[in-house]
Nanobody, 119 residues
Framework: VQLQASGGGLVQAGGSLRLSCAASGRFVGNSNMGWFRQAPGKEREFVAAITYSAVTYYTDSVKGRFTISRDNAKNTMSLQMNSLKPEDTAVYYC??????????????WGQGTQVTVSS
């Protein structure tokens, strides 16, 4: 499975971005999928996940601001990010696999897309 993340960019605080993750090589509709992020000098952290049955999970800091979704017909996953804050600045990675949704033990990872939020 190859995962391609896109949609990152530079946005002012309070703005919005929509990240997308396209899977190829295999249907991922029966896999859990997630978004992680890594800020400079920090460890990679869990952001959001969606199970194969569309149950969603979020880290506390993004609840109410971010929404994860998936389109199994298109083999894609998205992360709508609203009310962005400077502390959301990071490289965002998408992942897919059979692990627990909030675990970082996913089988497949995308290459990452940079999100920069200016104050």
């Amino acid at each position: 499975v190859q995962l391609q993340a896109s949609g990152g960019g530079l946005v002012q605080a309070g703005g919005s971005l929509r990240l997308s993750c396209a899977a190829s090589g295999r249907f991922v509709g029966n896999s859990n999928m997630g978004w992680f992020r890594q800020a400079p000098g920090k460890e990679r952290e869990f952001v959001a996940a969606i199970t194969y049955s569309a149950v969603t999970y979020y880290t506390d800091s993004v609840k109410g601001r971010f929404t994860i979704s998936r389109d199994n017909a298109k083999n894609t996953m998205s992360l709508q990010m609203n009310s962005l804050k400077p502390e959301d600045t990071a490289v965002y990675y998408c992942a897919a696999g059979t692990t627990m949704p909030q675990s970082d033990k996913y089988n497949y990872w995308g290459q990452g897309t940079q999100v920069t939020v200016s104050s």
